[in-house]
């Protein structure tokens, strides 16, 4: 699992590791109850901004998942008063999911973390074991 932060535009990004290697294939990270780390031996992580648009006040970010199965998404857009508006995302393999803030209450920066789950019945189980449900920093 990789938890990343990303900033507005032209601002650096900081990217924190944890849980299993980034190079583990799906078949060995499934656990009993369908759960995966949303690894991806290419590029690190199944979870990426694939874009970011502004648009009728509103601030989108689009998360595409990069991988061959579905994951199921934590993103929190940062606000100006220094709270996280989060919310949760399905993204089906190879697709992509929007979350919006209202622009004029953001400050563009984002967070987001993913794991990867077999059977979307058990979302919630595999987000409490890779920790999602708490607050992404």
Same mark, same amino acid.
């Given at each position: 699992m990789k938890l990343v932060r990303c !900033? !507005?535009?032209g601002v650096a990004a900081a990217l924190l590791v944890s849980g299993s290697m980034a190079g583990a294939d799906y078949s060995s990270s499934v656990d009993e109850d369908g759960c995966w780390d949303a690894a991806s031996p290419t590029n690190g992580s199944c979870i990426e901004v694939a874009r970011q648009k502004e648009q009728g006040g509103r601030l989108y970010v689009y998360y595409a998942?990069?991988?061959a199965h579905p994951i199921h998404a934590k993103v929190c857009?940062?606000?100006k008063t220094g709270k996280q508006d989060c919310g949760y995302l399905g993204i089906a393999a190879g697709e992509e999911a929007e979350y919006w803030s209202r622009a004029e209450t953001s400050t563009g920066n984002f967070s987001y973390a993913a794991v990867g789950l077999t059977d979307p019945a058990k979302a919630w189980v595999c987000m409490s074991r890779y920790k999602l449900g708490?607050?992404?920093p």
């Open positions: !900033a !507005a535009p998942n990069t991988c857009h940062e606000l708490q607050s992404v």
